[in-house]
């Protein structure tokens, strides 16, 4: 348990506690948007029409280090909140631009992979109910690290110009719960599509 | 070249029909007609400044319900057209395509772009007040939610005209509503409108959770919440959980049918009932989205009318927690009837009987309410009584529906129309209205005529049974909903008869409430005191209209009821007592309309599929993103002190 | 608020009357086999039971409205009474009780449609017959896979015998209806369905889909023809002997979205036969879904007809 | 930029231990699916289970969801996300998977 006994600086004000607040309630509707996508993959899983099986596509090594990536992203996003918190600028956005690379580098991976299945393996979204199911499911997710990339470098920009005022610590310490939420996400389609897909 | 031209506007335009001419006639010239006025009588920067740039969500309330009342209008055509055409068998009047197009728009817009928005608007209107705030805790966005829904209202409205309307039902099953068997626009309409205006109401559910929970004046704690605030709460957390379902639903389709995938197709390994399965994992909550506040509505109403504080008032709240809990374990009972094991449908059919006891409960608190009570018999009041009684034949009703072997033989049959429209009428559009007379002196500063409400009242009620109660027989007969028409010989048609009767006197108690609204604009009593009914709660405490601020000083509360104890304590004054201060108000702002006519833009492309359109609207929005929140640190203004006291003295509150 | 009243009174005991007497128009209320009459019994239960219920919110009603809604007279007014612990755990209890009595009863019935109904009383035991159902748009199509032949939009069965219908659905959805016989079943694309149903005594049924399917969908009606046995053998006979055979080819134009009257086939081909077949044994083998795709190859309208090859679970993509 | 708060000042032990736990139960989720050959019913709890875990560490680590500032309306929002994702994928897969 933490033990905060003053106030961080994104929580100061009225406006920042609500947004934070807010911005978690969002996420508890963002958990309910990819329960909706894992349950419509898991039904559809078998259904391959003929085309390839989740067997045939997965690799190991690609997959993992797509997990590394964001697992250690999702540390160095946190670190910058802890600078975030020291009020220091440079630290903070330093961690941030690591954090951008390693997304960048993630989403690199994943287009990557994703090309590889269409050219290569002729597996495409009309392919079969599964194909759709998995690039749905993982698109969405990689939609929302683009979506983050985008986001953290205007955040940037905005520390960079602005310092930590309420505002930007608040907008910075946001950014950082989204991060961290698509990990958790990414834990999940790791589990339940890379994983799963390797079992059944 | 001519030729294209000619054979793309006859694609474009929905052509060959009287009834669509003269709509497109009509649209054409009330645009002119609203064009002209505002030009000629120098109104464009009125309109900018007052309503499209607003962050008020006084004056944002009021533009839902007008936006809602107009859309009652439409489903209400929608629902007339309909009855006409069922008046006698084998009618001839509508095609059976125009039919399904008509009872498709007649439910999405009744429950997507009249039920919410009234709910919203009268949110909108009570809920800040209520809990003794300023404003709702996110300004900007509140004005986003309620731009995303006009215009993807706007949106849905013109299929009307250009490129046909939907025609697969408002629950738009697949594979009937997939690109193989519904190949035009109509159903992109659907696809398209709804998942913006489900953003629009996404946002609203976020804002309202946060206003109640951050936002209360001091000393208001949970419980001592008015019943409407507990009942917005937890509709809030029921829209926040289940509207990303729907976004889903409508995202998975929207690929199916622009991209070509394969989750709801029958090719390929789709599946169909998926379908099914996630539209009734929102659907079912949803129809308590539009429930649950007008439970609130109506234990303001009784407690105020009955001149008593509520019965059970902890009761109340738990309940309503526990619908909103269990609401989402029933959903399996739109379908009963494909193909689950005996215990998948033992599960859902007693998970949803246990709804009513809930349900129940708070009947029977209302009842209890009025016991012992000093009961008016306001307009707002007569909506609040029929409720009752009204909502418990729909309520049982849909008990009967639960029992899965039962369904079997009511499913999708005028039965079903008869109970849904049973809840949906006497709840939520009996709620709106009571809460749009209850509430309407503090919006507008006039109380509505009584005479001509209840006449109004009176009309609409009974015709109102005289429509759907027949029905729940008809369809003991085996009349199946969605028929554009029936054969003669089965004994169907009397009652055919008498339904669409109904059907007409309620469109007739419509036109006295429409007639009632605009005679009180001009006769209606004022209402200086800003509290015409002796009211209970803290929006009564300020004036009517409230002023932009609100309160002049934030109120300090104790109980429950709080306005009530601060009358009875004599302490109602302080609220506006010099000296004041200045106020902190957020800025009024372009960018929620601009953002929101960007998604129509985009919106419209991906209907037709021109990506032309559609990717410069995307960019359109992502950009006004961008440059909200560059420029969100400096949204805020101060009123200062001196204009808070000429304000509140102008009100007549300072001698 | 008296008229308020004297109203409600008056559609209530309209609700008994309509319960009482004339229910033989009434479709749902005239059951005519043992699974509509199972159906029938939940049905009157829960309307008595919901009707108590509503009796007593009613009376309820009537009583405040009448005592405390008179002009003047505030004789028992009481602002300050706010609940009663002792009251609002009876009326949460009662509705507990009602819930209960409501669904052991539904479950029972539940389990009990699973399977072949049981003989009516006083009528003999008799070996079931199934009958294969498939919705095109906008017309039901009906297989005697024991005897060969084909109707369309109406169907013929032997009195007071249990019936098995499989269902298949070519295109949109469907909800397979014979209200007096008993409650529906959908037809769907992807998912064989079963639904057993019974007709105690000779007579002519009605049925209709009641899912919306499209256009044609409010005439998609089809006639239930219960029949005698000796009748029902004769029947059949006569089909055989009088009606021109199904080919492919008419199948085909068949499945084409239309409205028809009704149609008989003396035969149909053997391919027909084999995809039901083979639909349903995925079915009974449907553990869950993970079966092959298209496991009702009755919608793979493109492969090809003529060399269907069973071995083979190659009719991927529907294409 | 240093801070009156002599937490802050501290490594940042927390996070490290995150991302240790982290990355270590990933690998033994990885380890489970491909060298153990459990029934595939053992294996697949395991792995939900540890992704459960994995999501409390992003949540208790990295995400600060324990801290106060409305700690309750925080966590009831999270675990009423829970409460419906769980009931989502189960109830789907229940409804879908042993229909007929
Ligand atoms: C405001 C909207 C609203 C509300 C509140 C309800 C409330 C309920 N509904 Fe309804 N329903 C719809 C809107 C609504 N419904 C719509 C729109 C559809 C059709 C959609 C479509 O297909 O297009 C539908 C369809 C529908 C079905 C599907 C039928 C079918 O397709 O075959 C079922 C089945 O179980 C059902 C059940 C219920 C139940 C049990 C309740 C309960 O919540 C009711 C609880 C209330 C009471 C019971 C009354 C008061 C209680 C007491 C006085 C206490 C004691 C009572 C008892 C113990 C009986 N509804
Ligand atoms: C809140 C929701 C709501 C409301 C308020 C209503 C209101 C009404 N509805 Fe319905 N209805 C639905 C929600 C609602 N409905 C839904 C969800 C469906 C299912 C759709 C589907 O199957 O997909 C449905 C379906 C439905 C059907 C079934 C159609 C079918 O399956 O074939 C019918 C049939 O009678 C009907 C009738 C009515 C009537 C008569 C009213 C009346 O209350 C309307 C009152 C009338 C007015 C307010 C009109 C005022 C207008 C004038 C006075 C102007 C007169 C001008 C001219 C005649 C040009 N509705
Ligand atoms: Cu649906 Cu198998
Ligand atoms: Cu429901």
């Known amino acids: 348990m933490e033990t905060t006994n003053h106030t961080p600086i994104e929580y100061s004000t009225e406006e920042g506690s609500n947004k934070i607040l807010g911005f978690w309630v969002f996420l508890g509707a963002e958990i309910v948007l990819f329960s909706a996508l894992f349950s419509v993959y898991l039904v559809l899983h078998s259904h391959t029409a003929g085309g390839p099986t989740s067997k045939d596509l997965f690799e190991v090594k690609e997959f993992m280090i797509e997990t590394f990536l964001l697992l250690i992203s999702s540390f160095t996003c946190g670190l910058g909140t802890i600078e975030l918190r020291r009020h220091n600028v440079k630290g903070l956005v330093a961690w941030l631009v690591v954090t951008l690379l390693l997304g960048l580098g993630f989403i690199g991976m994943e287009l990557n992979e994703f090309i590889t299945y269409v050219t290569v393996e002729h597996a495409t979204l009309q392919t079969s109910a599964f194909l759709s199911g998995f690039f749905v499911l993982v698109g969405t997710h990689g939609a929302h690290v683009s979506f983050g990339i985008v986001w953290m470098i205007c955040v940037i920009i905005q520390l960079l110009r602005r310092g930590v005022t309420p505002v930007t610590a608040r907008k910075a310490f946001i950014i950082g719960l989204y991060w961290h939420f698509l990990d958790v996400v990414w834990i999940f389609i790791f589990t339940a599509v890379y994983l799963t897909g390797l079992v059944l | 070249m001519i030729e294209n031209i000619k054979s793309f506007l006859g694609s474009f335009f929905v052509t060959g029909d009287p009834m669509i001419y003269g709509a497109d006639a009509s649209i054409a010239l009330a645009t002119i007609g609203i064009v002209f006025y505002l030009t000629y009588f120098k109104k464009w920067k009125w309109l900018w400044d007052e309503w499209l740039t607003t962050v008020d969500h006084k004056k944002i309330g009021i533009m839902y319900i007008i936006a809602a009342i107009l859309m009652l209008f439409r489903g209400g055509v929608d629902a007339l057209l309909m009855r006409a055409q069922l008046i006698i068998p084998n009618n001839t009047f509508l095609t059976s395509q125009h039919y399904n197009e008509i009872f498709t728009t007649h439910g999405t817009i009744m429950i997507f772009f009249m039920a919410m928005p009234f709910i919203f608007g009268l949110m909108n209107i009570a809920i800040p007040l209520q809990i003794g705030a300023r404003d709702v805790a996110f300004p900007f966005l509140n004005a986003v939610s309620f731009w995303l829904f006009f215009l993807a209202a706007m949106l849905f409205n013109i299929s009307f005209v250009i490129g046909g309307s939907p025609d697969a039902g408002w629950t738009s099953y697949a594979p009937l509503a997939g690109l193989k068997l519904d190949p035009g626009v109509g159903e992109n309409y659907y696809l398209v409108a709804l998942q913006i205006s489900g953003i629009g109401t996404l946002a609203t559910g976020v804002n309202f959770l946060v206003t109640i929970f951050k936002m209360r004046a001091p000393g208001m704690t949970l419980f001592k919440m008015p019943m409407f605030t507990w009942s917005t709460l937890v509709t809030s957390i029921i829209i926040i959980f289940a509207f990303p379902v729907l976004t889903i639903a409508l995202a998975l389709m929207s690929i199916d049918r622009l991209f070509g995938a394969h989750f709801f197709t029958i090719e390929a390994g789709g599946s169909p009932m998926m379908w099914a399965n996630l539209f009734w994992i929102w659907g079912h909550p949803e129809v308590y989205i539009v429930l649950i506040p007008v439970l609130g509505i109506f234990s303001e109403v009784i407690s105020t009318f009955a001149h008593k504080t509520l019965f059970g008032y902890k009761a109340m709240v738990w309940s309503m927690i526990a619908i909103s809990v269990l609401s989402f374990t029933t959903w399996l009972h739109h379908f009963f009837t494909m193909g689950n094991t005996a215990w998948v449908n033992s599960f859902f059919s007693v998970s949803t009987m246990i709804i009513a006891i809930p349900t129940g409960v708070k009947i029977f608190n209302w009842l209890f309410t009025l016991n012992k009570g000093r009961i008016e018999f306001t307009t707002a009041m007569l909506w609040a009584l029929a409720f009752i009684p009204n909502f418990t034949i729909g309520g049982i009703t849909g008990v009967m529906l639960s029992l899965a072997p039962a369904d079997y033989q009511y499913h999708n049959s005028y039965f079903l129309i008869a109970h849904f429209h049973n809840v949906l009428i006497a709840g939520t559009v009996f709620g709106v209205f009571a809460g749009l007379h209850y509430w309407w002196p503090k919006m507008f500063g006039h109380v509505l005529n009584e005479r001509l409400g209840k006449w109004a009242f009176w009309v609409f009620m009974i015709s109102y049974n005289i429509c759907f109660l027949p029905m729940y027989f008809i369809g003991l007969m085996g009349m199946t909903r969605r028929m554009y028409t029936f054969p003669s010989g089965l004994g169907w048609e009397p009652l055919n008869l008498v339904i669409t009767l109904g059907a007409f006197g309620m469109g007739v108690g419509f036109l006295i409430m429409v007639w009632m609204i605009v005679y009180s604009a001009k006769y209606g009593k004022r209402d200086t005191t800003g509290d015409p009914w002796n009211g209970r709660t803290l929006e009564w405490a300020t004036s009517s209209p409230a002023p932009e601020y609100n309160f002049a000083h934030i109120p300090q509360v104790e109980t429950v009821d709080a306005f009530a104890h601060m009358k009875e304590k004599g302490t109602a004054g302080n609220i506006y007592k010099a000296p004041f201060q200045a106020i902190h108000m957020p800025n009024d702002t372009g960018i929620p309309f601009i953002l929101s006519v960007f998604f129509f833009i985009a919106g419209f492309g991906l209907v037709f599929e021109w990506y032309w359109m559609a990717i410069p609207g995307t960019i359109g929005i992502i950009v006004s993103m961008i440059v909200r929140s560059f420029k969100d640190h400096e949204d805020h203004h101060h009123i200062p002190a001196e204009e808070v006291e000429q304000t509140e003295r102008a009100a007549g509150r300072l001698s | 608020m008296k008229k308020f009243a004297m109203k409600l009174i008056g559609s209530c005991s309209l609700l008994l009357l309509f319960l009482t007497g004339c229910t033989n128009r009434i479709a749902v209320l005239n059951p005519q086999g043992p699974v509509a009459r199972q159906q029938y019994h939940l049905i009157i239960w829960s309307v008595i039971l919901t009707a108590f219920i509503f009796a007593v919110v009613l009376i309820i009603f009537i009583y405040v409205l009448v005592k405390f809604g008179r002009k003047n007279n505030h004789a028992g007014y009481d602002p300050n009474n706010h609940g009663n612990t002792k009251l609002e755990i009876t009326w949460t209890l009662i509705p507990v009780v009602i819930c209960i009595l409501l669904a052991v009863p539904t479950i029972k019935t539940l389990f009990a449609l699973e399977g072949p109904p049981k003989p009516t009383e006083g009528l003999s035991k008799k070996e079931p017959i199934t009958i294969n159902v498939t919705s095109a748009d906008w017309k039901w199509i009906f297989r005697y896979p024991k005897d060969g032949i084909q109707t369309v939009n109406y169907v013929v069965i032997p009195e007071d015998t249990p019936v098995k219908f499989n269902l298949f659905a070519d295109s949109a959805m469907n909800s397979f209806w014979v209200p007096e016989l008993g409650g529906q079943q959908y037809t769907m694309p992807d998912m064989p369905m079963k639904l057993w149903l019974q007709a105690d005594h000779v007579g002519d049924y009605l049925g209709r889909s009641a899912n919306f399917s499209g256009r044609g969908f409010a005439g998609m009606q089809f006639h239930v023809l219960s029949k005698t046995d000796a009748d029902y053998k004769a029947w059949i006979q006569t089909i055989k002997d009088t009606k021109p055979a199904l080919t492919m080819s008419t199948y085909e134009d068949l499945l084409k979205p239309s409205n028809v009257k009704t149609m008989a086939f003396s035969s149909y081909p053997k391919e027909l036969d084999d995809k039901d077949k083979k639909a349903m044994k995925k079915m009974k083998h449907m553990e869950h879904m993970d079966i092959p795709e298209n496991h009702l190859d009755l919608n793979s309208k493109d492969n090809d007809m003529g060399g269907m090859d069973m071995s083979n679970d190659s009719m991927k993509g529907g294409k | ?100």
């Open chain 4, 1 to 100: 930029m240093s801070s009156n708060n002599h937490e802050l000042n501290k490594f940042p032990w927390k996070h490290v231990i995150g991302l240790a736990l982290s990355l270590i139960l990933t690998l033994i989720a990885l380890w489970v699916v491909v060298s153990l050959s459990l029934p595939t019913v053992a294996t697949l709890t395991i792995i939900v289970l540890l992704a459960v875990c994995q999501a409390f560490i992003q949540l208790l680590m990295f995400m600060h969801i324990n801290e106060n500032h409305g700690r309750g309306y925080r966590i009831l929002a999270i675990a009423f996300g829970f409460y419906i994702a769980v009931v989502v994928v189960y109830g789907s897969l229940w409804i879908m998977w042993f229909t007929v």
